[in-house]
């Protein structure tokens, strides 16, 4: 129904920089909300960034505001990650979520997101 693929994740010092991608097909992909999470070995999976259905509202986690902006065009059915001064403890595993049940009301919790990509790696070195 939807399929989400992740990339550009990898390997960084701290202070440095990643974008990730996050490809959709199989549903128009102007039609619902899109976000990103991180898992990290031991942890839960948490929040990072949330853009509603036409990119007009964004929300994200407290650590990551003003280092990690989220932005979709729907042309190219792609939704962005773009991280930004990256520190060690944004070592995780990056899943790009869809929530099809929502167009403009954003909701952080996992569990409400339907579909999931594969997820990437991003690993900071201090």
């Known amino acids: 129904q939807v399929q989400l693929v992740e990339s550009g994740g990898g390997l960084v010092q701290a202070g440095g920089s990643l974008r990730l991608s996050c490809a959709a097909s199989g549903r128009t992909f102007s039609s619902y909300v899109m976000g990103w999470f991180r898992q990290a070995p031991g942890k839960e999976r948490e929040f990072v960034a949330a853009?509603?259905?036409?990119?007009?509202?964004?929300y994200y986690l407290d650590a990551v505001k003003g280092r990690f902006p989220i932005s979709r065009d729907n042309a190219k059915n792609t939704v962005y990650l773009q991280m930004n001064s990256l520190k060690p403890e944004d070592t995780a595993v990056y899943y790009c979520a869809a929530d099809t049940g929502r167009k403009t009301t954003v909701v952080i919790t996992p569990e409400v997101y339907d579909y999931w990509g594969q997820g990437t790696q991003v690993t900071v070195s201090s």
């Open positions: 853009i509603e259905w036409r990119g007009s509202s964004t």
